[in-house]
């Protein structure tokens, strides 16, 4: 149990384009997702929080108009890169925690974006 | 705020050695605990956790004990494989905000030979 999966598994895209990544809790409802990226062997850093059905709470630094981050259901949050540029390339990770279950959190596979 | 440190890799071994890979952390509070594991090119799994001091995690071979005292989740495996190379990250949850959000050390880098 407890399985999130992300898609795409990988994605390229030209500069300036929007690319959108899905994460899904498949088997239990996910109160709360969290976004992280991660640069090659570096470790993760929190992008955003998105609670189901209220705004994304984004760390500092993170611009919320380049990453929109919508978490329309219990089971469903993307993360769009608007306008993604070549730095913008990178692994992003979502998280998900299960509805009253407050410390654990569960891992997608990952998605890598390469943009041109 | 809070933090975790992590023993700077790579850390190299032979297959069937004794691995520690230290952990400490700064935290107000008493935090929840958590050694993930990441094998290439994928996201992370959840090796074991501990919620409070003196508590043991333990999964796959691999353990760890909640100090307190000492603030410190040194993971430790008494024998590797081959199949362990991996990237190991720990981590504490941090409940400030009401959001439990997950910090993470660097990370540290694990590879077995035979």
């Known amino acids: 149990g407890a399985v999130v999966s992300q898609h795409p598994s990988w994605v390229i895209c030209k500069s300036g384009t929007s690319v959108k990544i899905e994460c899904r809790s498949l088997?239990?409802?996910?109160?709360?997702m969290f976004w992280y990226r991660q640069f090659p062997k570096q470790s993760l850093m929190l992008m955003a929080t998105s609670n189901e059905g209220s705004k994304a709470t984004y760390e500092q630094g993170v611009e919320k108009d380049k990453f929109l981050i919508n978490h329309a259901s219990l089971t469903l949050s993307t993360l769009t890169v608007t306008s993604a540029h070549p730095e913008d390339s990178s692994f992003y990770i979502c998280?998900?925690?299960?509805?009253?279950?407050?410390?654990?959190?569960?891992f997608g596979p990952g998605t890598r974006l390469t943009v041109l | 705020g809070n933090s975790v440190t992590q023993m700077e890799g790579p850390v190299t071994l032979s297959e069937e050695a004794f691995l520690t890979i230290n952990c400490t952390y700064t935290?107000?509070?008493?935090?929840?605990l958590f050694w993930y594991v990441q094998y290439p090119g994928e996201g992370l799994q959840l090796l074991l956790k501990a919620t409070k001091a003196d508590d043991k995690g333990s999964n796959k071979g691999f353990e760890a004990t909640y100090r307190k005292e000492t603030t410190s989740f040194h993971l430790e495996k008494g024998s590797v494989q081959v199949s362990d190379s991996a990237v190991y990250f720990c981590a504490l949850s941090d409940r400030g905000g009401g959001y439990n959000k997950l910090i993470f050390g660097a990370g540290t880098r694990l590879a077995v030979h035979p």
């Open positions: 998280s998900a925690r299960e509805r009253g279950i407050r410390d654990e959190q569960f």
């Open positions: 088997d239990f409802q996910a109160t709360t």
């Open positions: 935290a107000t509070g008493y935090p929840s």
